[in-house]
């Protein structure tokens, strides 16, 4: 492999892992929920996810790379077929807007909790910036999260390894009881295809854009080990303060303020572009499917009139959108995980 296509292959990769991570899983409580309120079989759920997301994730990019998709539509539409992709389509891109709302609200709180400042402002702020990555199309985007995603990845390592270093503090993994050995599995499959589903909308175009077979397939590897070692050291953290973590409503934040206000200042600054990498993705993915490739002024229209509508309905607040909204996404998203799976005539490379 050359040093051209190993370094698409990363780029391919912090673009997988930026789109798949977001508030939840910065805030800690995803990985809390999905993952360590089942003890002991935590890690086994992780190594399942880590998997689907390798097998998945590359099965979803060649799909794009051989339909030459400009958006999730044409992936859809081989999928199901015409007449039942339209009503998937509707309702992904609802689903698209309403995630795109939360992460507004999410920065809006972050700007106003741990930085003192106006929630509008916050808001307005990561609205422009979305919108000048979004200029530059996919390649803005990559650009983007080769920035965020190591700065990331150095967050969540370091507050594994300082977790890992203090032995006052060691994982517990009976602070749970009666769990199901069963659930490792539903929980494996479950975060994998929520995420996933919200991944469609970047992971396909990105596969379109890429003409590079292998650089297209350990990109997709190479994100979800990343994706794997993330929740591991994570998981691994948070288990070390379990079962007194369970209060706190952005755990990780509590476990780096732990440290020293330095590790603090460099969680914020993650979670930030945690949220940010997600919402460029989702506004990128609905305007890909709303405006025409060959008409350039309409999508950066429709790039505003996204974000001013965000905006306004964001004010509903982040909560209630993930309590009532994200369960349904979910479901939809282990269809279309079945549905991608299943056996069908291979497309022609």
């Known amino acids: ?38 003890g002991p079989y935590a890690y086994a759920g992780i190594l399942l996810a880590t998997f689907m997301f390798g097998w998945v994730g590359i099965k979803i990019l060649l799909l794009g790379r051989k339909l030459e998709a400009g958006s999730y539509r044409e992936l859809t539409a081989y999928l199901f ?10 309702f992904m891109m609802l689903m698209l807007f309403f995630v795109t709302v939360a992460m507004l609200a999410g ?23 979305t919108f000048l990555t979004i200029l530059r199309g996919m390649k803005g985007i990559m650009i983007a999260n080769t920035i965020i995603v190591p700065i ?42 929520l995420n996933l589903g919200l991944a469609v909308s970047v992971l396909v175009p990105l596969g379109g854009e890429i003409k590079s077979t292998r650089a297209l397939k350990l ?23 379990m079962p007194g973590i369970l209060e706190f409503e952005v755990p990780m934040g509590f476990l780096s303020s732990t440290f ?28 890909s499917q709303l405006a025409s490739p060959r008409r350039p002024v309409q999508g950066y229209l429709i790039t505003v009139l996204i ?26 998203s282990f269809l279309l995980l079945l549905v991608l799976l299943w056996p069908r005539a291979k497309l022609k490379n």
């Open 1 to 38: 492999m050359s040093r051209t296509e190993l370094r698409l292959s990363l780029q391919i990769a912090f673009t997988y892992i930026g789109t798949v991570v977001g508030a939840g899983f910065a805030s800690g409580q995803e990985i809390l929920q999905f993952f360590t309120l089942l």
């Open 81 to 90: 077929g015409p007449k039942i992709a339209g009503a998937i389509d509707t």
């Open 107 to 129: 920065v809006g709180a972050l700007f106003e909790e741990q930085l003192k400042i106006s929630f509008q402002i916050g808001v307005l702020v990561t609205m422009v910036l």
């Open 152 to 193: 990331m990845l150095v967050v969540v390592l370091t507050i594994f390894t300082k977790s890992f270093l203090q032995t006052d503090h060691l994982p517990n993994l009976h602070a749970i009881k009666d769990v199901e050995p069963w659930r490792w599995i539903t929980s494996g499959i479950s975060y994998a295809a």
């Open 219 to 241: 990109g997709g590897l190479l994100g979800s080990i990343g994706l794997g070692v993330m929740l591991l050291g994570a998981q691994y953290a948070m288990s070390t303060r």
């Open 260 to 287: 020293n206000p330095l590790m603090k200042a460099l969680f914020t600054v993650a979670l930030f572009g945690e949220i940010y990498s997600t919402l460029i993705a989702n506004v990128y993915g609905l305007g």
């Open 307 to 332: 974000l001013t509508a965000a905006f306004f309905v964001a004010q509903v607040g982040f909560s209630n959108i993930v309590q009532y909204l994200y369960p349904v996404f979910g479901n939809l």
